[in-house]
């Protein structure tokens, strides 16, 4: 009795352990679209495909439902990788104060680089206050006597007004030791044309509209180039599709429909002074009550002395959607004179090992129900090493709606791969429940005969 048990226990967790969705083999009838990888290939190579936006717009998220399929319908693994260097960081130092002069119109600090160090191109400032606005000269020295004039420029915070702050100087590679930065409070304004450029909609930019203040600045730290500097290659799309108009409350409401994995939405805008709150929505469907707020934030320009300060973007992650509507409060104001939207992406690279001498592969996606693949490449190339590899180039050409596509084949398929699975488990716990049964009556049985 115990060993039937224990039999009926060891099949049940061996089904329990196959997986409802085991690696299938995918053919073109799987995929909308299909292209071809063009060649020729060779044996064991490595390449790399650009994935261009005709791709990406028809794969679902993250590509996961590509599939590269030779001549005998065999999988060919591959790994996607941003084109982005994930291993370039700024080398940074904490300067010590070794100097400090405060006088009425201005403040003098002077600061140290550790023993060893890098040349610079940025010293950022931590500093707790806000609101505020300071010319700064920038000066470097070698033995802290003789000094060098490397920038002139501001740090500023309008945070109670807009998001708008910095609180950085850059300037040319440096590889001084000492450095001095006088703080002044900017009064570099006149009557006139710079009223109008530092007041704006109710925003104040003018030193005389603000508090003068001390600046308590409680870190410096060098970097051997900026933060923002980016690291990364990015592609771009301009949608003509694009609808713009206005609600019943005056905003602009701006409307497309994308499947791009986009990061960034720029806006060409003429106008040369604008201030206007914006929110990014988006949606699965399309339909009117169907849209989920992504983000809000600020679309302006204004001129800050003599520099133009522009934020006429939005950064958001839209992964996983398609429809999106823009909303742009203009209050009293005219609507902005919107020329165009831009949409940007972290540029995509397929990377793929060819498995034999061929001439082409081909290519099928679009069919969301597929599974993520997980294949081995993944764990030889990947986004921490993919720049030590020199890959072959091939293109992936000939985009186009798959016609041997078959809508459903994939699910059907896959439920009766499920129900052949059930059966199994239930037909062992019958069988199982069967001996034991049959067990138990004849020892029943035995125990009743004379």
């Not at 790994?79 to 009425?104: H, K, M, W």
């Not at 969301?368 to 072959?392: C, K, T």
Request: charged letters at 25%; a positive charge; proline letters at 4%.
């Amino acid at each position: 009795m115990k060993k039937i048990a224990h039999y009926i226990i060891l099949a049940l967790l061996f089904f329990a352990a196959v997986p409802v969705s085991a690696a299938y083999l995918y053919t073109l009838e799987n995929f909308r679209w299909s292209g071809v990888i063009e060649g020729p290939l060779k044996n064991s190579g490595l390449y790399q495909v650009h994935l261009k936006d005709a791709v990406l717009e028809q794969c679902s998220m993250a590509c996961r439902d590509l599939r590269i399929i030779d001549t005998n319908n065999r999988e060919i693994p591959y790994v996607i990788i941003e084109n982005r260097n994930d291993a370039r960081r700024p080398e940074t130092y904490s300067l010590e104060v070794i100097g400090f002069d405060e006088q009425l119109s201005e403040t003098r600090v002077t600061m140290k680089m550790p023993e060893k160090y890098q040349p610079v191109t940025e010293l950022a400032f931590e500093i707790q206050e806000i609101d505020f606005r300071k010319a700064v000269v920038l000066e470097g020295s070698a033995d802290s006597r003789s000094w060098t004039l490397l920038a002139q420029s501001q740090i500023y915070d309008f945070t109670s007004q807009v998001d708008l702050r910095k609180k950085h100087i850059s300037f040319n590679a440096s590889d001084f030791r000492y450095y001095r930065l006088t703080l002044k409070d900017d009064k570099k304004q006149s009557a006139g044309d710079e009223k109008i450029r530092l007041k704006y909609q109710g925003l104040d930019f003018s030193v005389t509209g603000m508090q003068a203040r001390k600046l308590h600045i409680s870190r410096v730290m060098g970097r051997t180039f900026s933060e923002t500097e980016t690291t990364a290659v990015y592609d771009e799309q301009h949608p003509t599709t694009f609808r713009s108009e206005q609600d019943r409350d005056r905003n602009t409401v701006i409307s497309f429909e994308s499947g791009l994995p986009f990061t960034r939405i720029s806006f060409d805008l003429t106008n040369p002074y604008f201030h206007r709150p914006a929110s990014l929505y988006s949606s699965e469907t399309g339909r009117e009550n169907s849209y989920k707020l992504l983000q809000r934030t600020s679309l302006y320009r204004f001129l800050l002395s003599d520099m133009i300060e522009t934020r006429n973007f939005i950064v958001s992650n839209v992964s996983g959607h398609r429809f999106y509507r823009l909303i742009i409060e203009n209050g009293s104001n005219p609507p902005l004179d919107i020329k165009g939207i831009k949409l940007g992406w972290v540029q995509k690279l397929l990377y793929f090992v060819a498995l034999g001498d061929v001439p082409s592969y081909t290519a099928g996606f679009g069919n969301a129900a597929i599974d993520p693949p997980g294949y081995d490449l993944a764990n030889s190339v990947n986004q921490a090493n993919w720049q030590q590899f020199r890959p072959e180039s091939a293109e992936l050409r000939n985009i186009r709606q798959n016609p041997d596509y078959k809508p459903g084949l994939q699910k059907d398929k896959k439920a009766k791969r499920e129900k052949m699975i059930l059966i199994a488990i239930v037909s062992t716990l019958v069988i199982g429940i069967g001996f034991w049964l049959y067990a138990l009556l004849k020892k029943v049985g035995d125990k009743t005969i004379p």
